[in-house]
DNA sequence: TCTGGGGTCCTAGGACCC
DNA sequence: TCTGGGGTCCTAGGACCC
């Protein structure tokens, strides 16, 4: 098998990941504005207040589960005076960009994964001691933005997010962990149990456990050709970086998106065709906006609708469709067009219940091959100049300032958000007022 | 009443072509 | 006994991530 990543690593001597990961990252930005919150659980719901989708560790002790849908817990909430948060991405994006910047402060080029988490390069530094710039790391961020975070050290991608994990159960208080050598990765290895292993989902750890291999340790020690047949190229990825072999390679730079989906729930179940009209061309003009910041164009449109799985007394029925643009297009009333003659295509009437819908763009290139169709009669060069003076103002002023007469858009159609926060980093309105 | 949303990658199987 | 073989493209479905 040998190594198998790509880069320049004759000139490299070695390899060296950070991951560097917020601690319980929304519920931590609610509370960075609200001090009072301190020593209180608090959850974080997902859009519509649908799920729980973060927790602060008080919220984790006394056992709010992941992922639970929000009504189940209501009583709980009141009971254990746990602060509930409809999830505000506008704080959490301008919290994050703040993280990130701090970051990469400290070492020549990071790789950011996700809102809350960044791989830093760690290979040739001239810092000998790696564990003390973990520890520098996690106080500057404390300082500076107030968020808590944990690092993990190691060798390979997916060790450094196993150390960051160790980091979290075993040294607490510290914060950091440096898998610095055999000893020590093995170690890991040894706590880590598969279903916790970054890379094995639920499928694979069945599938392990039912082979009697129960931690990652065990799962380093399998022939490599089971691996390869039992959880594809994927799984011998892991196993090789779990290992010590780095497969994983870096993504300085964040790649344009291959396929850019809009959907939602519809606030509440219903069969009324208007309804979903409107909320495709509202979603089919989010995923144009997309395209447009990404400077790409899409080939294809799909649109999806599906009533209610959970209701089991309810007729079923889900549906979806692809069609293909006359010439590849991020105009926003072209995508719409598109998306409502698919939604034409699918809608069943009769006593569908639906319950959530959404447009996906597909098959995406880059904004300036299209090829033209000879026989395209719109003008798009036009077309494009009043999009980008439309997205320019709705940037400058708030979203939906200027939007197109096809988009209806009413007080039909509007996600539920019963306790938002405000927006302090980032609208002048709601910025923290301080009494001296 | 109320069960998230947005991605990526891989595989298998069918259609089609030479 | 023994259906040709190999390539590409497309789609659906599965698995995983945050």
């Known amino acids: 098998m040998g190594r198998c990543y790509n880069h320049h690593h004759s000139t490299r001597r070695h390899d060296m990941y950070a991951l560097v990961d ?12 609200q001090p009072h919150l301190n020593g209180r659980p608090i959850v974080v719901l997902s859009n519509n207040d649908g799920c729980v989708i973060a927790r602060s560790d008080e919220a984790k002790e006394i ?16 009971k254990n005076n746990v602060a509930v948060f409809s ?3 506008t704080l959490y994006g301008d919290l994050s960009d703040r993280v990130m910047t701090t970051l990469a402060g400290f070492v020549p080029r990071l790789e950011i994964y996700s809102i809350d988490e960044a791989f830093l390069d760690m290979g040739d530094l001239a810092y000998t001691d790696l564990l003390q710039l973990g520890l520098d790391i996690k106080k500057m961020i404390a300082k500076n933005i107030g968020i808590p975070v944990c690092v993990g050290i190691a060798p390979t991608k997916a060790l450094a997010k196993m150390a960051n994990r160790y980091a979290k159960k075993k040294c607490k208080s510290v914060g950091v962990f440096y898998a610095a050598n055999q000893e020590l990765i093995k170690d890991m290895l040894e706590f880590t149990e598969v279903e916790n292993t970054w890379g094995i989902g639920r499928q694979h750890a069945l599938l392990l456990n039912r082979n009697n291999i129960y931690t990652a340790k065990e799962f380093t020690e399998m022939p490599a050709d089971w691996v390869r047949k039992k959880m594809s190229v994927v799984g011998l990825r892991l196993w090789n970086e779990l290992r010590g072999v780095p497969c994983i390679e870096w993504e300085f730079e964040p ?14 179940i219903t069969n009324d065709l208007s309804v ?8 089919a003009s989010v995923c144009a906006l997309k395209l447009r910041n990404q400077h790409t164009v899409c080939r294809k449109v799909q649109v999806l609708i599906a009533t209610n799985p959970h209701k089991l007394n309810h007729k079923q029925y889900s549906h979806s469709i692809v069609i293909e643009c006359e010439t590849p297009t991020n105009a926003t009333g072209e995508i719409i067009s598109y998306a409502l003659k698919c939604l034409d295509i699918i809608y069943k009437p009769g006593d569908y219940l ?9 098959d995406l290139i880059p904004q300036h091959h299209i090829q033209v169709n000879l026989f395209d009669v719109r003008n798009r060069q036009r077309d494009e100049k009043i999009l980008l003076a439309m997205d320019k103002i709705n940037k400058l002023m708030g979203k939906d300032t200027v939007r197109m007469a096809v988009q209806r858009f009413d007080r039909r159609f509007r996600l539920r958000a019963d306790h938002v926060s405000k927006k302090y980093t ?3 309105k709601e910025i923290l007022k301080i009494k001296i």
């Open 22 to 33: 917020c601690n319980n990252f929304y519920a931590s930005c609610e509370r960075l504005f």
């Open 63 to 78: 056992g709010v589960v992941m992922g639970t849908p929000a009504y189940m817990f209501q009583e709980f909430f009141k």
């Open 87 to 89: 999830s505000n991405y």
């Open 255 to 268: 790649k344009a998106k291959k396929n850019i989906c809009t959907s939602r729930s519809l606030g509440k």
């Open 276 to 283: 979903i009209k409107e909320a495709i061309s509202n979603h």
């Open 354 to 362: 639906y319950m959530k819908c959404g447009v996906l763009v597909l």
């Open 426 to 428: 980032t609208n002048f």
